[in-house]
């Protein structure tokens, strides 16, 4: 199983081992930047239903590969596929981001929630993971993914996209129990949601705290860092002979590195506002780092872009153990040449930060 794999810079570099140049792939890869993207997803009718059509999802995953140099894939789908097989009724309005047609405000809501089987409800994913290893023949690893319990639990709380968070926060404070009730609950589906995508090829595993950093220190740890650590301890950590590697993204969670990195996690994700040279001093050598160029970096002209990989590649400074990445997903107003001009200075100056 091992020696299929063409191009495994990206897992190496997550195990700290040596690599000839520091990967690269950037968040949210596939995405609306992509002429070919809006075309497909034109073509299925709606995001949803692109998400839905594993053939489909497969190739818009492979898309931004066929342009550039990355070395690796993501699985296209969203976070929100958990809490609509949980029975939330997930749609998106255009221009307005998702909307779910039931919310959780009581106890009673949390335990009207379905338990789904990922290879039953979910299985449209699991289909789409196995096209797309299919499809990519050992020539990249393929990440899989989810959303944090907190982050997901903050839109089925919600009802999508919030401004500042007063159902959930005010759930938070006045009816712990509950909330801790739908947190038990979305990590359990989400544990066997990521296993079934490790169990059907996924290479390595990413969750996305977005909304982490809207807590407080201490309810940070108890709401969403604490389910995560339930997530790092269930997962499986090997298949096809080889290691399944973890990277938790809490975005804006530069202050609590240090403890993300006790997790037993194998990556972590760094944003733009946390200085690379600093997440390093504090992780050690205990996780690799994946960052964290400032995506509003790609509006700025080729020559602009590409000392400002330099500095990134500089700030991480020597050795292995950094993935190269955007600090959040690319925005789709960026022009494709100008992520592209990301890649390149990448695969350009980073062998000289390597032996
Ligand atoms: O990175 C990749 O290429 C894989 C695909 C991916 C998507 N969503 C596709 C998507 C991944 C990893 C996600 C994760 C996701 N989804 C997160 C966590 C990561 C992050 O960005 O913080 C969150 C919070 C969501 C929920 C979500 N999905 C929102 C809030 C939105 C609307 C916001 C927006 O950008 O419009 C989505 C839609 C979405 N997910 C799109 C894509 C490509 C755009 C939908 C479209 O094509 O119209």
Redesign the pocket.
């Known amino acids: 199983m091992t020696a299929e794999l063409k191009n495994d810079r990206f897992l190496r570099a997550l195990a700290r081992e040596p690599v000839d140049r520091t990967p690269v792939w950037m968040?949210?890869?596939?995405?609306?930047y992509l002429p070919e993207y809006r075309a497909t997803?034109a073509k299925a009718g709606s995001?949803v239903a692109l998400c839905q059509n594993p053939e489909l999802a497969c190739e818009v995953t492979l898309q931004p590969l066929e342009r550039y140099p990355m070395d690796a894939a993501?699985?296209?789908?969203?976070?929100?596929t958990v809490p609509d097989a949980m029975g939330l009724g997930l749609h998106?309005e255009t221009g307005e981001?998702?909307r779910f047609e039931r919310t959780i405000q009581t106890q009673a809501d949390v335990d009207g929630l379905a338990s789904p089987d990922p290879e039953q409800e979910l299985r449209y994913v699991m289909d789409a993971v196995r096209t797309i290893r299919r499809e990519l023949g050992g020539r990249v690893p393929l990440i899989g993914?989810s959303?944090s319990p907190w982050?997901v639990a903050t839109?089925m709380v919600e009802g999508g996209?919030s401004k500042n968070f007063s159902r959930i926060k005010g759930m938070l404070y006045d009816q712990p129990a509950v909330l801790h009730s739908l947190l038990e609950r979305v990590t359990t589906t989400t544990l066997a949601y990521l296993n079934a995508q490790v169990a059907a090829g996924a290479q390595a595993v990413m969750v996305?705290d977005?909304w982490g950093s809207i807590l407080t220190p201490k309810t940070y740890l108890d709401f969403s860092l604490a389910y995560m650590q339930r997530i790092v301890d269930g997962l499986t950590r090997e298949a096809g002979g080889r290691k399944v590697p973890v990277v938790l993204f809490t975005?804006g969670g530069g202050p609590w590195l240090e403890i993300m990195a006790e997790t037993g996690c194998d990556g972590l994700g760094v944003d733009w506002t946390t200085d690379l040279s600093e997440a390093r001093a504090k992780v050690g050598d205990k996780v690799a780092l994946q960052g964290n160029l400032d995506p509003a970096v790609l509006y700025a002209s080729p020559d602009v872009i590409r000392e400002e990989v330099r500095q990134v590649l500089e700030s991480y400074g020597r050795g292995p153990g950094h993935v190269f990445n955007l600090g959040?997903?690319i925005h789709?107003e960026v022009k494709p040449e100008h992520a592209g001009a990301m890649i390149e200075a990448v695969v350009e100056l980073s062998p000289a930060f390597h032996d």
């Open positions: 968040m949210r890869q596939a995405g609306r997803r995001f993501i699985l296209f789908s969203d976070i929100l998106f981001g998702p993914f959303g982050t839109y996209t996305f977005t975005k959040h997903g789709p």
